[in-house]
């Protein structure tokens, strides 16, 4: 197959993990950094870090996406839900159920995959600035399946990432201990004291997981979120390059976050800072683009954070597959700590 690009995004490692790979950093989380993270289980205790799939309720954190809506599904003419089969033949005596759902893949908790976010970027050196994505693939058609015998956002989708298992060592790092519910952004600097301060160290290969306390503020208001909430708890500052430099330069593998996008959200207001012409999301350019880095958002961690400080504890074992959809730009997903 002809290489996809003739020159790369400054800062990116397009081609690191060779010219036709999918999966990004996960390619660092290798079977013995998974015999690694087992050794963080201690107790066995497990937490389930995802929201009910209905949280965080209405579209006030987004106005683009929607909470899942069931749909009947029908059996020889009749509701299949709550069914007595004899309906279907005399004979039989079970009752049966089942449903489709319309559902959002990013609503509540998930993973971004690398269809999610791409760029406007001169890839193939011709002058022109195309739309491309992660190790320079791009989408090809308006909905991202293209045509037979091309490339569409099925090479880049999420499967990629539920294809390794997505387990390994997660590590916490606990905004909401330092910070509180109010918004601040957080830089490298304010990164770096936190760390320190709890004696954090993150590794090659590790899943960070990035505790604002947002989920918690989601799961107070039980699906009644009010507009407060959309300027509620830390976000990391995106226009930080010396935080973009530390992603780049620690080899972590992923970032899940309790709030909407990790960073500020740009379905919620521009930054201040956003240039004339630049990325609405500059994190989300920096790993989903450039360097392969899944992101997942809205996840719960507020009993972890909790169970892990009054142990002394930052890390423990993670599991977070995806969906196992191709070519989806996203995943709902419930992850799995144990420690």
Known sequence: MARRWNKRPDGSNWGEFGEEDQRGRMNLVTDERRLSALSEVKTGCVFCLSHPLDRPGGSVLNPNRRPPVFHPVVRDGLVYFNLAMEQVDPRYTDVGSDEAVMLYTQYSTH?????????????DGDGAAEKVFYNGFRIVGEDGRGTQGELGAVALGIQGMAETGVQGRGVMIDLRHHFGDERVGVGYDMLERVMKADGVQVEKGDIVCVHTGLGQLIRDADGKLDASIKTACSVLDGYDKRLLEWISDSGLAAIACDNLAVERSSTLSAD?????RGPGLPLHEHCLFKLGIHLGELWYLTELAA???????SRFLLTAPPLRLPGAAGSPVTPVATV
Do not use: C, Y
């Not at 169970?307 to 504890?313: A, D, S």
């Open 272 to 276: 201040p800072r956003l240039p004339h």
């Open 111 to 123: 993973w971004d995959g690398f269809p999610h976010k791409g760029s406007l970027f001169d890839a």
């Open 307 to 313: 169970w892990l400080r009054e142990n002394r504890r």
